[in-house]
């Protein structure tokens, strides 16, 4: 089995810091937070598709031209929400625009010849956008707390687009070092402009979105 790897949107640098002091005040309340429980450069990010194992660089160059065109545009984190699992999934649930919806069935089109086994959960007709703050929550009502002293909606933008490499979680729930998503990608998060709304229309139609 190969390495398994997923295309991920990561965040402008303001969003960035406000999901990252969600993480901390989850640690600080013993909540282990997805940014303690993973190692090596994990980062804030809404998660488009996972599959088992693909060749990274020809996936990032079917992607070129939509990395280039994503930049600047806008993200909503609206609400909190969990994964109805055992050990709950503590997220963000980001706002499914027209555009982030086309944009995720346009990157599972174009990556589909090129991947081996995608997650079915990750796929248009499963996909709920969001992004992660803590796995394996056995008290939901201290996520809660830490998230209403955060004014929400948090409205971002895309800083880039990444293809990550991860290390999926053991029975124990240990994690290896999480190659990504600074492995292949590096982009520093560094403020990016947002676009104007006409250019942001322009460019979607650019991608068929």
Known sequence: MGVPYAVVLLLDADTDRQIRWMWWMLDERGVPSVGTTNSGGYRPHV???????????A???ALEATMAQVRGMP?????????????AAAHLGVVPTRWLLG?????????????FRRWSHYRPTAWVPHCTLATGVHDLSEVAQ??????????GFVHSVAVVSFTVPTRDGSRGKVRGPLALR??????ARRRPAAQHRKE????GL
């Open 204 to 207: 979607r139609r650019g991608l």
């Open 103 to 115: 944009l995720h069935q346009h990157v599972d089109t174009v990556i589909g010849p090129l991947v």
């Open 75 to 87: 993200l909503t984190l609206s609400s909190l929400g969990f994964f109805p699992t055992p050990r």
């Open 59 to 61: 996936v990032e160059a």
């Open 146 to 155: 830490v998230v209403s002293q955060h004014r929400l909606p948090v409205h």
């Open 186 to 191: 590096s982009p520093a998060v560094r403020p």
């Open 47 to 57: 998660t488009l598709s996972v599959f088992d194992d693909a060749e990274a660089a």
